[in-house]
């Protein structure tokens, strides 16, 4: 994949290329965008998600997550998205400001003065044990057992078994892979993790029937709002609805937001000058506090564009795809309907035509009246139009907070000698891992 963005990169510097035709997996033909102009024709289209084609990855993801929000098309997207979105509304985010500092008190225990630290696998612990502690209340010591918790190894293992299949092409076929050690490692694992949200979603049920005001007794987690949502025909989610999305927010928000914040601590290593900026910005914001709280979140100006200028050199979500239903035609390309085309975020973030210097970190890009001046479709690392992501805001606090948490405490460098290469795969990930050298501040 390394090599794969590497020569899209070199095209775009040579030829200033938009739009380029290529295989998906080697097998299977595909077209690709990777400018602002052609990749909004296809995130304004309505065009759905390769669910079903053979080279569209998500296809893999279906086992497990369901007809959730992120795979879902249709009528049945439109309709579950509107239930959900209240579950991102800012009063039920406010209280998660709390969680995340509880999640980063536990992460820090791992963090050791004069040590070198490899954060990947801690950052993903931290991030996942917030979704569970967000979407289910559930507290299993995510991340002091870590892979010793059996459903936190199921996770992680069907995560690695959908890439490697993704990247094996020979085990697409339904009927062959059930066949291998791994398809069946995936189903076995696929129906742990079912019936532990099975059990949960069920107990939860029991309890807000025999109690309904429960909900105004304490935090709302997004169970709750799941739920207890209704459509205009007074009509909620069904079990197995729910579940899809739980395992959604679980698989959608703890990889992607632990790809940002690992990228986002090289960068504090790597440029110390503005690591101090982000350290002066934050005491300034805490005064004499300890924690950040929500109303801060709006007020860490300075890490806001230094966290967007990460996600534009190390896209945390490399690229999306489009299954086309009809023929449509990008910069004079008629490309044939049933054809797969990845929107290739990592690129469009990269393309000279908008960023001239995009390999210098430079987050002043963000500041107000340059954001104005571009295009909106230029940056989208949670992905633009209707089908963006509903987790952003979710997110960028949790990185704020684990950041500042970090940033508070240590001094972040690079250790001499580790070689830090991003290796793109579902997100983007780094080959040899991020290694830092951790300093308690006096
Ligand atoms: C830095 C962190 C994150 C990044 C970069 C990110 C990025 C993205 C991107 C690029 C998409 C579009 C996917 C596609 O078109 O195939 C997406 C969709 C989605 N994300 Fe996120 N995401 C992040 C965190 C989260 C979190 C924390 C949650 C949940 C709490 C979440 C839930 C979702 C869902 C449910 C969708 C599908 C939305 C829809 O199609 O209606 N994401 N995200």
Redo the contacts with the bound molecule.
């Keep these: 994949m390394q090599g794969f963005y590497k020569t899209i990169f070199e095209l775009q510097e040579k030829t200033g290329a938009r739009l380029y035709h290529g295989w998906t997996m080697f097998f299977y033909p595909s077209f690709g965008v990777c400018h602002p102009e052609t990749a909004k024709v296809l995130l304004k289209s309505s065009e759905p998600?390769p669910k079903h084609t053979m080279g569209g990855s998500y296809r893999f993801l279906l086992p497990w997550l369901g007809d959730g929000?992120?795979i879902s098309g249709g009528k049945k997207?439109e309709r579950n998205?509107r239930l959900l979105t209240p579950a991102f509304h800012f009063d039920i985010l406010r209280p998660y400001v709390q969680i995340y500092n509880d999640v980063a008190e536990v992460f820090l225990k791992f963090c050791k003065s004069r040590q070198s630290v490899e954060i990947d696998k801690l950052v993903s612990l931290a991030t996942l044990d917030t979704?569970l502690r967000c979407s289910l209340s559930y507290h299993g010591q995510v991340q002091e057992l870590g892979d010793s918790n059996p459903y936190v190894d199921a996770v992680h293992r069907l995560v690695d078994l959908a890439i490697k299949r993704m990247i094996s092409p020979w085990v697409h076929p339904d009927f062959i892979y059930g066949l291998t050690a791994n398809g069946r490692e995936n189903k076995r694992l696929t129906k742990y993790v079912h019936n532990f949200a099975d059990e949960i979603i069920q107990s939860r049920r029991t309890a807000l029937r025999d109690d309904p005001d429960i909900l105004n007794k304490r935090r709302k987690d997004f169970l709750d709002i799941l739920i207890t949502a209704r459509d205009e025909n007074g009509k909620g989610l069904t079990a197995e609805e729910i579940r899809a999305e739980v395992d959604?927010?679980l698989f959608?928000?703890h990889d992607?937001?632990a790809s940002?914040i690992c990228w986002a601590v090289y960068s504090l290593g790597k440029y110390q000058d503005l690591q101090e900026k982000v350290y002066q910005e934050l005491m300034q914001v805490l005064g004499d506090r300890q924690k950040l709280q929500w109303e801060d979140m709006s007020r860490l100006r300075y890490m806001s564009m230094f966290l967007r200028e990460v996600?534009r050199m190390h896209a945390?979500?490399p690229a999306?795809a489009r299954h086309l239903t009809k023929p449509l035609n990008i910069e004079g390309v008629e490309i044939p309907a049933n054809f797969t085309v990845d929107i290739v975020?990592h690129a469009v973030n990269h393309h000279p035509d908008v960023w001239p210097d995009h390999k210098e970190f430079k987050p002043e890009r963000f500041e107000d009246e340059a954001k104005l001046s571009r295009d909106p479709y230029s940056y989208f690392?949670?992905?633009a139009g209707s089908?963006n992501?509903?987790?952003?805001n979710?997110?960028l606090n949790e990185q704020k907070v684990l950041i500042g948490s970090l940033v508070k405490r240590f001094k972040v460098s690079l250790v001499e000698g580790h070689v830090y290469e991003e290796y793109p795969d579902v997100v983007m990930r780094s080959q040899f891992g991020i290694k830092i050298n951790l300093e308690e501040r006096a």
């Design positions: 998600k929000l992120l997207w998205r979704m959604t927010f959608e928000g992607t937001t940002a996600m945390p979500v999306i975020v690392p949670f992905s089908r992501c509903i987790g952003q979710f997110a």
